[in-house]
């Protein structure tokens, strides 16, 4: 799959697992354009994420349903695991077995893997750079103009 950003991936690279804020930092580095392209990004892949084979493995893995927000959230989850084990997962659904998070859920040791933070990144990193920026020298584009791109 081809995102809007190509440098999405390298974004996780370093920073601390569920770190929304040091992501959201990461990103504030760079312009308007480039925070859009992220969110695109996120959304293309959250999109690729919804497969039914996905949505199986999550549920047995869970023993049972879950809600929408479950789903969406562990897509997310499974998005900060980076572009191998998401990649790995949408080839193979059943290797979600495999994850160690996903393990230690099964055995009652963790909570089950979410990361709604990740919805919020692109958000907060734009924020981040219009506050660093005088408002007398910057015409910058609405963020809501960006995204719907």
Same mark, same amino acid.
């Given at each position: 799959?081809? !995102?809007? *950003?190509?440098?999405?991936?390298?974004?996780?690279?370093?920073?601390?697992?569920?770190?929304?804020?040091?992501?959201?930092a990461r990103l504030a580095?760079?312009?308007?354009?480039?925070?859009?392209?992220?969110e695109r990004s996120l959304?293309?892949?959250?999109?690729? &994420?919804?497969? &039914?084979?996905?949505?199986?493995?999550?549920?047995?893995?869970? &023993?049972?349903?879950?809600?929408?927000?479950?789903?969406?959230?562990?897509?997310?989850?499974?998005?900060?695991?980076?572009?191998?084990?998401?990649?790995?997962?949408?080839?193979?659904?059943?290797?979600?077995?495999?994850?160690? *998070?996903?393990?230690?859920?099964?055995?009652?040791?963790?909570?089950?893997?979410?990361?709604?933070?990740? !919805?919020?990144?692109?958000?907060?990193?734009? *924020? !981040?750079?219009?506050?660093?920026?005088?408002?007398?020298?910057?015409? !910058?584009?609405?963020?809501r103009e960006l995204f719907?791109?």
């Amino acid at each position: 799959m081809t !995102l809007p *950003d190509p440098h999405f991936w390298d974004l996780f690279d370093g920073i601390p697992f569920c770190d929304a804020d040091a992501l959201a930092a990461r990103l504030a580095q760079r312009p308007a354009e480039g925070i859009a392209d992220f969110e695109r990004s996120l959304h293309a892949l959250v999109r690729s &994420s919804n497969t &039914s084979d996905l949505l199986a493995a999550c549920v047995v893995v869970h &023993s049972g349903g879950f809600s929408d927000d479950s789903w969406l959230h562990f897509r997310l989850w499974l998005i900060g695991q980076g572009r191998e084990t998401f990649t790995g997962v949408l080839r193979d659904p059943d290797a979600v077995a495999g994850i160690p *998070d996903i393990i230690a859920f099964a055995a009652g040791r963790r909570p089950y893997p979410h990361y709604p933070e990740l !919805l919020t990144v692109a958000e907060r990193a734009y *924020d !981040l750079m219009v506050a660093r920026v005088p408002a007398e020298l910057a015409e !910058l584009p609405d963020l809501r103009e960006l995204f719907s791109r």
